[in-house]
C-alpha cells in the first residue's frame, strides 16, 4: 500500500472539531480543497474574529498550521501530529486540522488516535467522501473485538448537530408561521390545517433527532484503543485477570468511570476495564 503525501493546505478555526484524509481502493492521499473566493472571504471573516477570542493574530495561527504541514511533508510524522494537537489546544479547531492531525497519526502507525482525530472531523462535515472513505479505511485495518455501531447511530451522524439544529428550528418557525397566518387570515384555516399537521409532526421528529444527537454527541463516549494491544481486565485494578483483550484503532463503548479506569464493552455483552491512558476518547470535551 502506498500513501500520496498530500494534505490540506487551507483552514479556519472554529468552535467545532475536524480533520482529514482520503483513501483510494489501494492507497491513502490527502486532497487539499479550493475554496471559492464567496467562501474565502467568509473563512478569512470567521478566522480574524477568532481569532481576536484566543488573542492571536491570523498571520501566526496561519504560519503553526503551515509549520505543521512542512513537518508532514518531510515525513516528521510524529512531529507534525504534535503541531496539529498544539493549535487544536490553543487556537480552536478546524476541519482542516483534525484531519492532517488524522494523516499524521495514521502515518507514524497511530490507528487508534488517527480514528479518534476522523471522528471529530465528521462531526463537523460528516458527509465528506474523502474524509468517510479515511474512516472506513483505517477502521478496516482494526482486527479483533471492536463496536459496531447502530443503524440510527450511522443514520442520525449523516447530518452534524449543527444541521439538526438548523433544520428542527426552520420546521418551528414554519409552524408558527402557520399558526400566524390561520390567526390573520381565517378564512385559510382549512386549506392551511393539513400543512399544519404535517409540519408540526416534521418539527417533533427533527427535534426529537436533534435531541438523540445532542445526546450521543454529549453524554455518551466512545474509547478508542491507543496502544499496540490493551488488556481489558475484570475490574478496575492492575492485579485483576483480563476479560479480553483490544488491539489498536478498537472501538469501546464507556459504561463508568473509576479514578484513571474506564469500564468499556464492545458490544457483544464483553465488559471489563481499560486505563484511560491507554485510549483516546471521543468526541473530546
Avoid at 466512545?222 to 485477570?241: L, V
Amino acid at each position: 500500500m502506498s500513501i500520496e503525501n498530500r494534505i490540506r493546505s487551507h483552514f479556519h478555526i472554529c468552535h467545532g472539531k475536524q480533520a482529514r484524509l482520503t483513501f483510494r481502493a489501494s492507497h491513502v492521499c490527502v486532497i487539499p480543497r479550493t475554496a471559492s473566493v464567496l467562501r474565502r472571504l467568509l473563512l478569512l471573516v470567521i478566522t480574524t474574529l477568532t481569532s481576536f477570542a484566543f488573542g492571536m493574530s491570523t498571520s501566526d495561527m496561519t504560519t503553526g498550521f503551515d509549520s505543521a504541514n512542512k513537518l508532514y511533508a518531510e515525513g516528521k510524522f510524529t512531529t507534525a501530529a504534535a503541531a496539529y494537537e498544539q493549535l487544536i489546544r490553543t487556537n480552536g479547531v478546524s476541519e482542516a486540522l483534525w484531519f492532517n492531525l488524522g494523516n499524521a497519526h495514521f502515518k507514524s502507525g497511530s490507528l487508534g488516535r488517527a480514528i479518534a482525530a476522523y471522528g471529530e472531523a465528521s462531526r463537523l462535515d460528516p458527509r465528506d467522501d474523502d474524509l468517510r472513505a479515511n474512516l472506513q479505511f483505517a477502521r478496516a485495518r482494526v482486527t479483533g473485538p471492536t463496536l459496531h455501531f447502530r443503524f440510527w447511530e450511522r443514520w442520525l451522524a449523516t447530518l452534524s448537530l449543527s444541521e439538526w439544529s438548523w433544520l428542527a428550528a426552520a420546521t418551528i418557525w414554519c409552524v408558527f408561521g402557520l399558526l400566524t397566518a390561520q390567526q390573520i387570515r381565517p378564512a385559510l384555516a382549512p386549506v392551511l390545517r393539513a400543512w399544519l399537521f404535517s409540519s408540526t409532526i416534521m418539527a417533533v421528529l427533527l427535534c426529537t433527532c436533534l435531541g438523540l444527537t445532542w445526546t450521543h454527541w454529549t453524554k455518551q463516549e466512545i474509547a478508542i484503543i491507543a496502544t499496540q494491544e490493551a488488556s481489558i481486565r475484570t475490574s478496575p485494578f492492575d492485579e485483576s485477570p483480563g476479560a479480553f483483550t483490544a488491539n489498536d484503532g478498537a472501538e469501546l463503548r464507556v459504561i463508568d468511570h473509576k479514578n484513571n479506569w474506564l469500564q468499556v464493552t464492545d458490544g457483544s455483552r464483553r465488559t471489563g476495564w481499560v486505563k484511560s491512558e491507554q485510549v483516546a476518547l471521543f468526541p473530546r470535551h
